[in-house]
């Protein structure tokens, strides 16, 4: 019932940006705080960005003044706008929703940032 699925990664030189796009399916969505989370070869998944309900985001040092989380609770659809990529970014990213004290994840988004 529940799914979530992440689009929009792919290749992009050193200072371009993408957007990235997570649309969930089986939940009202609206009262639910999401994340985006990233996770590169050898390397620990790690939080980027989380958005309230309401819109509220915080951000991980790395990406702060780079990234932007947002959310259109009409089109149940979570979006990461990043800005001045750097090789360092490249990973999977992930979004995940807090549903009933349970997160759950998407299958993630390749993003690959050349140097």
């Known amino acids: 019932q529940l799914q979530l699925v992440e689009s929009g990664g792919g290749l992009v030189q050193a200072g371009g940006s993408l957007r990235l796009s997570c649309v969930a399916s089986?939940?009202?969505?609206?009262?639910?705080?999401m994340g985006w989370f990233r996770q590169a070869p050898g390397k620990q998944r790690e939080l980027v960005a989380s958005?309230?309900?309401?819109?509220?985001?915080n951000y991980a040092d790395s990406v702060k003044g780079r990234f932007a989380a947002s959310r259109d609770n009409a089109k149940n659809t979570v979006y990461l706008q990043m800005k001045s990529l750097k090789p360092e970014d490249t990973a999977v990213y992930y979004c995940?929703?807090?549903?009933?004290?349970?997160?759950?994840w998407g299958q993630g988004t390749q993003v690959t940032v050349s140097s």
């Open positions: 089986g939940t009202t969505f609206s009262i639910n705080p």
């Open positions: 995940k929703i807090l549903l009933q004290g349970n997160n759950y």
């Open positions: 958005i309230t309900s309401g819109g509220i985001t």
